[in-house]
C-alpha cells in the first residue's frame, strides 16, 4: 500500500485510550507476534497498522498478515459479543414479572438502564449482564476465551476447535494435539468459504479431550477452574477430585463434574431443592415412606461401602417390588436436591453415614405434610 493511499487515522481517543489499531500494534509487538491471521473484516486495517509499526519499531520486521473467512455462530450471523446481551434480553422478555429494581442492583446499574436495556434502546456493559444472567439462572452463549474457560471447556479442546475453523489438515482428521495441529499447518489450506461455528460439535470435542487427556493434567485444569468459579469442590484434595472425575467418565464439560458433585462440599441445610425433581420423585408412588425405610436400612447397615448400600437398596426394592429407581431417585433427591449426581452408592459413601441421614432428616422433615 502507498502512503498516498492511506488517510490520516486516530491513534488516541479523546478520553486518552488508545484506539485498537494503536493498541494491537503495540500488543503484538510485545507478544513477539510475526503471523497474524484473522478473519477478513480486519483487511482494511492491516495498511494503517504495518505502518504504525514500521514507524515505531524499525528492530523488528513486519508481522506476515493473512486473512480468512469468517465465522458465522450457529444461531445465524457473525459470532459477536452481543449474543450474551441480546440472550439475556429474550429471557428477561419471555419472563412475566421482572423485579426491575432487583435487576439493578444485582447488575450495578439503575433501574433506567435496566428499562432502557429491556427496550432495546442501551446495552449494559458486560459484567452487569453477566451478573444478571447468573441471578436469573439465564445460560449465557460463550463468545469470549474466558467465557469457555467459565464453562468448563480444556484448554487442548479449544486449540483444537478453533484451529479448525477456517482451516482444515487435508484429511479426515478432527480431534487433534497441538503436535499434530503444528505438523500439519500450512496456509494453502485455509478455506474460502465462511466456517460454522457449531456448539454441538464443540461439546462432543470436548468429552472427547477429556477421555484424551492425561488424567494428571485434567485433575490440574479441572482444580484451575474451581479456583476460577470458586466452586465449594475446591476444598477437595487430589486424590477425591480424581475420584470425582473417575466417577463422572464421559463428562462434557468441567462445569458438568462440578454441578454433580457440588452437594456433597455444602453444609447439610444449604441443600436447593429442585421444583421439578420434588414433583417428579418425592411427591409422587409414595416416595416418603420408601426414603424412610431407606434410613432406616442405612442407619442399620454395619459398613457403609459402596458395595453395601448398593446391596441394600436392590434389596429393598426387590422387597417392595419395584424398580431400583424407584428407592434410589428419592434418596438421591435428599441428598443433593436434584436428580443429577454422582453415583448414588458413591454419594452416601463420600457423604458418610452421619451427613447422609442428616440430609434424610432434613427433607423428611420439610416435606412431611406431603408424606
Given at each position: 500500500?502507498?502512503?498516498?493511499?492511506?488517510?490520516?487515522?486516530?491513534?488516541?481517543?479523546?478520553?486518552?485510550?488508545?484506539?485498537?489499531?494503536?493498541?494491537?500494534?503495540?500488543?503484538?509487538?510485545?507478544?513477539?507476534?510475526?503471523?497474524?491471521?484473522?478473519?477478513?473484516?480486519?483487511?482494511?486495517?492491516?495498511?494503517?497498522?504495518?505502518?504504525?509499526?514500521?514507524?515505531?519499531?524499525?528492530?523488528?520486521?513486519?508481522?506476515?498478515?493473512?486473512?480468512?473467512?469468517?465465522?458465522?455462530?450457529?444461531?445465524?450471523?457473525?459470532?459477536?459479543?452481543?449474543?450474551?446481551?441480546?440472550?439475556?434480553?429474550?429471557?428477561?422478555?419471555?419472563?412475566?414479572?421482572?423485579?426491575?429494581?432487583?435487576?439493578?442492583?444485582?447488575?450495578?446499574?439503575?433501574?433506567?438502564?435496566?428499562?432502557?436495556?429491556?427496550?432495546?434502546?442501551?446495552?449494559?456493559?458486560m459484567p452487569a449482564v453477566d451478573a444478571i444472567a447468573k441471578h436469573l439462572g439465564v445460560h449465557l452463549p460463550e463468545i469470549n476465551i474466558v467465557d469457555f474457560f467459565h464453562s468448563g471447556y480444556?484448554?487442548?479442546?479449544?486449540?483444537?476447535?478453533?484451529?479448525?475453523?477456517?482451516?482444515?489438515?487435508?484429511?479426515?482428521?478432527?480431534?487433534?494435539?497441538?503436535?499434530?495441529?503444528?505438523?500439519?499447518?500450512?496456509?494453502?489450506?485455509?478455506?474460502?468459504?465462511?466456517?460454522?461455528?457449531?456448539?454441538?460439535?464443540?461439546?462432543?470435542?470436548?468429552?472427547?479431550?477429556?477421555?484424551?487427556?492425561?488424567?494428571?493434567?485434567?485433575?490440574?485444569?479441572?482444580?484451575?477452574?474451581?479456583?476460577?468459579?470458586?466452586?465449594?469442590?475446591?476444598?477437595?484434595?487430589?486424590?477425591?477430585?480424581?475420584?470425582?472425575?473417575?466417577?463422572?467418565?464421559?463428562?462434557?464439560?468441567?462445569?458438568?463434574?462440578?454441578?454433580?458433585?457440588?452437594?456433597?462440599?455444602?453444609?447439610?441445610?444449604?441443600?436447593?431443592?429442585?421444583?421439578?425433581?420434588?414433583?417428579?420423585?418425592?411427591?409422587?408412588?409414595?416416595?416418603?415412606?420408601?426414603?424412610?425405610?431407606?434410613?432406616?436400612?442405612?442407619?442399620?447397615?454395619?459398613?457403609?461401602?459402596?458395595?453395601?448400600?448398593?446391596?441394600?437398596?436392590?434389596?429393598?426394592?426387590?422387597?417392595?417390588?419395584?424398580?431400583?429407581?424407584?428407592?434410589?431417585?428419592?434418596?438421591?433427591?435428599?441428598?443433593?436436591?436434584?436428580?443429577?449426581?454422582?453415583?448414588?452408592?458413591?454419594?452416601?459413601?463420600?457423604?458418610?453415614?452421619?451427613?447422609?441421614?442428616?440430609?434424610?432428616?432434613?427433607?423428611?422433615?420439610?416435606?412431611?405434610?406431603?408424606?
Amino acid at each position: 500500500f502507498e502512503p498516498a493511499e492511506l488517510g490520516d487515522f486516530i491513534i488516541q481517543k479523546s478520553d486518552g485510550f488508545p484506539t485498537y489499531n494503536f493498541a494491537v500494534v503495540i500488543d503484538d509487538y510485545l507478544m513477539g507476534v510475526t503471523h497474524v491471521l484473522r478473519g477478513q473484516e480486519h483487511l482494511m486495517n492491516t495498511p494503517s497498522q504495518k505502518a504504525l509499526w514500521e514507524a515505531l519499531f524499525s528492530d523488528r520486521p513486519v508481522p506476515h498478515y493473512a486473512h480468512m473467512s469468517v465465522t458465522v455462530s450457529d444461531a445465524g450471523g457473525k459470532l459477536s459479543k452481543r449474543e450474551r446481551p441480546q440472550t439475556l434480553r429474550t429471557a428477561l422478555t419471555a419472563m412475566k414479572d421482572v423485579d426491575v429494581d432487583t435487576l439493578a442492583r444485582i447488575g450495578g446499574i439503575t433501574a433506567d438502564e435496566i428499562r432502557s436495556f429491556l427496550a432495546g434502546d442501551t446495552t449494559p456493559d458486560m459484567p452487569a449482564v453477566d451478573a444478571i444472567a447468573k441471578h436469573l439462572g439465564v445460560h449465557l452463549p460463550e463468545i469470549n476465551i474466558v467465557d469457555f474457560f467459565h464453562s468448563g471447556y480444556l484448554p487442548e479442546t479449544m486449540v483444537n476447535f478453533m484451529a479448525l475453523l477456517g482451516w482444515n489438515p487435508g484429511d479426515q482428521r478432527e480431534i487433534m494435539v497441538l503436535d499434530e495441529l503444528i505438523r500439519s499447518f500450512d496456509l494453502s489450506r485455509l478455506t474460502k468459504s465462511n466456517s460454522l461455528f457449531d456448539r454441538k460439535k464443540l461439546l462432543a470435542f470436548n468429552t472427547e479431550h477429556l477421555r484424551l487427556t492425561p488424567p494428571e493434567k485434567v485433575l490440574e485444569h479441572f482444580k484451575a477452574y474451581l479456583r476460577h468459579v470458586e466452586s465449594p469442590v475446591r476444598s477437595a484434595d487430589d486424590a477425591m477430585l480424581a475420584r470425582i472425575i473417575k466417577l463422572c467418565d464421559g463428562a462434557r464439560t468441567f462445569e458438568d463434574i462440578e454441578r454433580k458433585s457440588v452437594f456433597v462440599f455444602l453444609d447439610d441445610e444449604q441443600i436447593a431443592f429442585d421444583e421439578k425433581a420434588v414433583q417428579k420423585v418425592l411427591m409422587k408412588d409414595r416416595a416418603l415412606e420408601i426414603l424412610r425405610q431407606v434410613r432406616d436400612e442405612l442407619a442399620a447397615l454395619p459398613e457403609l461401602t459402596e458395595q453395601a448400600i448398593e446391596e441394600m437398596l436392590r434389596k429393598l426394592a426387590e422387597t417392595r417390588q419395584v424398580g431400583l429407581g424407584k428407592v434410589a431417585q428419592p434418596l438421591r433427591v435428599a441428598l443433593c436436591g436434584t436428580t443429577i449426581s454422582l453415583p448414588i452408592f458413591d454419594s452416601v459413601n463420600m457423604l458418610g453415614r452421619e451427613r447422609t441421614l442428616r440430609r434424610i432428616d432434613l427433607t423428611l422433615e420439610r416435606f412431611k405434610a406431603h408424606g
